[in-house]
């Protein structure tokens, strides 16, 4: 699979995790059923974490729960070693990988 279509796979599965994060805080604000914080966090599991706390960030939705703010920055961590890994036969930081 080429770098390109898994950029493509990658970007498309953050903005479906940062459109989720978005129509759960408008169905908050209408207070109608809502997406569950299971099914939510379960959103950023696939290298999804950046859109999700873009979309928690963005629309002030679940940031003041302690476990979706650690939880996504610790996704987020393990997801950029996971891509700087994959990826340092493409990346010269000066001897860092080697």
Same mark, same amino acid.
């Given at each position: 699979?080429?770098?390109?279509?898994?950029?493509?796979? #990658?970007?498309?599965?953050?903005? /479906? &995790?940062?459109?989720?994060?978005? *129509?759960?805080?408008?169905?908050?604000?209408?207070? +109608?059923?809502?997406?569950?914080?299971?099914?939510? #966090?379960?959103?950023?599991?696939? /290298? &999804?974490?950046?859109?999700?706390? *873009?979309?928690?960030?963005?629309?002030?939705?679940? +940031?003041?729960?302690?476990?979706?703010?650690?939880?996504?920055?610790?996704?987020?961590?393990?997801?950029?070693?996971?891509?700087?890994?994959?990826?340092?036969?493409?990346?010269?930081?000066?001897?860092?990988?080697?």
């Amino acid at each position: 699979m080429s770098y390109q279509c898994l950029l493509l796979i #990658f970007i498309g599965v953050n903005i /479906f &995790s940062l459109i989720l994060v978005g *129509i759960d805080k408008l169905k908050a604000i209408r207070q +109608t059923y809502r997406i569950s914080e299971k099914a939510l #966090f379960l959103s950023a599991l696939p /290298f &999804s974490s950046y859109g999700f706390y *873009i979309g928690m960030k963005l629309f002030h939705h679940k +940031t003041k729960k302690r476990y979706f703010r650690l939880g996504s920055l610790f996704l987020m961590i393990i997801h950029t070693a996971i891509i700087l890994y994959s990826f340092k036969s493409q990346l010269s930081f000066g001897g860092i990988f080697n």
